[in-house]
Every structure is written in structure tokens, then in C-alpha cells.
């Protein structure tokens, strides 16, 4: 069984930065998927960033070129750098897994089937 422990979620202001750390458990195997998602209250969950163990990474076009997403496979973390903060990142963060190399939609939250508790981003004007 994976287990996966997000942190790093808080307050800033517009413009600030924050770094998200997914801390994963168990095993994946060695082709898998993991990414960041988010959600918002009355929106659905969105893709925001993905890598794979190929190394091979996807984002949002909202996010691009401000959110950097990358792993760390000798401590089993993820992170998310996120920049250049807007209220509209404003969302409940998680962490997801799949034990699979996506090659089509790698953005879509139905690919993945382990998931975190979620952290909490918002960002202020």
C-alpha cells in the first residue's frame, strides 16, 4: 500500500513563493506516475503538475513557467516550487500516485489511484 504525506501549504501574498513536499511509502514499482493537483471550494480537482520516473514532466498552462514540479528518489518526495503566486492558485493541494507510465492524459486526476490528505495554499491580493 502507498501512502503519501503532503506539506509545505500556507498563507503568502501575491508574488510570493511557497515549495510543496510529497513524502511517499511503500512501492510503486519502477515505471510510475506522481503529481500535484488542486482543488478549489465549488471547482473541480485540476492537474497543476506531473513527472514520471522517466523523468519526463507535464503542467498546467496556468502554471507554466511558474511552478516547478520534481522528485527526489533517494528520500521517495515529490515537490512542487510554486512562483510568482496568484489568488487564483488559492486551492487545496494533493499529492497522487499510480503505480504506471501515463502516455495520454497525465494531467487528468482519474489516472492516479493513490492520493494524500491534501495541503492548503492561499494566497492573498
Known amino acids: 500500500q502507498v501512502q503519501l504525506v503532503e506539506s509545505g501549504g500556507g498563507s503568502v501574498q501575491a508574488g510570493g513563493s511557497l515549495r510543496l513536499s510529497c513524502v511517499g511509502s511503500?512501492?510503486?514499482?519502477?515505471?510510475?506516475?506522481m503529481g500535484w493537483f488542486r482543488q478549489a471550494p465549488g471547482k473541480e480537482r485540476e492537474g497543476v503538475a506531473t513527472?514520471?520516473?522517466?523523468?519526463?514532466?507535464s503542467y498546467a498552462d496556468s502554471v507554466k513557467g511558474r511552478f516547478t514540479i520534481s522528485q527526489e528518489k533517494a528520500k521517495n518526495t515529490l515537490y512542487l516550487q510554486m512562483n510568482s503566486l496568484k489568488p487564483d492558485d488559492t486551492a487545496m493541494y494533493y499529492c497522487?500516485?499510480?503505480?504506471?507510465?501515463?502516455?495520454?492524459?497525465?494531467?487528468?486526476?482519474?489516472?492516479?489511484?493513490?492520493w494524500g490528505q491534501g495541503t492548503q495554499v492561499t494566497v492573498s491580493s
Open positions: 513527472t514520471d520516473s522517466y523523468g519526463r514532466t
Open positions: 511503500g512501492y510503486l514499482g519502477s515505471r510510475y506516475s
Open positions: 497522487a500516485a499510480g503505480p504506471w507510465v501515463i502516455s495520454g492524459r497525465p494531467l487528468h486526476p482519474h489516472e492516479y489511484n493513490y
